[in-house]
T-cell receptor, first 114, second 111 residues
Framework: KAGVTQTPRYLIKTRGQQVTLSCSPI?????VSWYQQTPGQGLQFLFE???????NKGNFPGRFSGRQFSNSRSEMNVSTLELGDSALYLC?????????????FGEGSWLTVV | GQSLEQPSEVTAVEGAIVQINCTYQ??????LSWYQQHDGGAPTFLSY????GLEETGRFSSFLSRSDSYGYLLLQELQMKDSASYFC????????????FGSGTQLTVLP
């Protein structure tokens, strides 16, 4: 079956703009989590959604937000972009929320803020 | 919260065995897992230890000791394609139950 799909794969934005990234989980998976990855850094947890509800949130400012739709697809939004927001944003899906250690990542969205 | 420490870089030659260590601090967790990420690619799940001891999956093995707050990933018969970043991860059993990753170990396999 199809894996986790993220769009767009690459994008360039200007400081102050906002961006919306999309994630379609593996069919049947109801949990979606988002991570930010910067060069030399690990994967920093952003948030996790299950059944359209945010279950966990990482230590990021309020400019970072997300949502999940009834079909389990998820979007994350970053407003008032800063140069430091340049990163690879990874979405991962799993069957259930907040349990287990096996999650399946998409290829990510590369965001460059100039 | 949780914190995990891994070496930032490890280098080994083809055919060799390499061990990547992960020490963690967490009040309680479900288990330790490992992910592999090639440059420009998505992290992929490698191994999971829910209980203490050794888990073997082909050339890869993973070990967990809860009493020592320590685990490792063992890669045998190294191949060039094993050059990648390796991340350990834990999911806390507390109220904040997100999956937390270490900062990753860049493995370079030399010919």
């Amino acid at each position: 079956k199809a894996g986790v799909t993220q769009t767009p794969r690459y994008l360039i934005k200007t400081r102050g703009q906002q961006v919306t990234l999309s994630c379609s989980p593996i069919s049947g998976h109801r949990s979606v989590s988002w991570y930010q990855q910067t060069p030399g850094q690990g994967l920093q947890f952003l948030f996790e959604y299950f059944s359209e509800t945010q279950r966990n949130k990482g230590n990021f400012p309020g400019r970072f937000s997300g949502r999940q739709f009834s079909n389990s697809r998820s979007e994350m939004n970053v407003s008032t972009l800063e140069l430091g927001d340049s990163a690879l944003y990874l979405c991962a899906s799993s069957l259930a929320a907040s349990v287990g250690n096996t999650i399946y990542f998409g290829e990510g969205s590369w965001l460059t803020v100039v | 919260g949780q914190s995990l420490e891994q070496p930032s870089e490890v280098t080994a030659v083809e055919g060799a065995i390499v061990q990547i260590n992960c020490t963690y601090q967490t009040s309680g967790f479900y288990g330790l897992s490992w992910y592999q990420q090639h440059d420009g690619g998505a992290p992929t799940f490698l191994s999971y230890n829910g209980l203490d001891g050794l888990e073997e999956t082909g050339r890869f093995s993973s070990f967990l000791s809860r009493s020592d707050s320590y685990g490792y990933l063992l890669l045998q018969e190294l191949q060039m394609k094993d050059s990648a970043s390796y991340f350990c991860a834990v999911r806390s059993s507390g109220s904040a139950r997100q999956l937390t990753f270490g900062s990753g170990t860049q493995l370079t396999v030399l010919p």
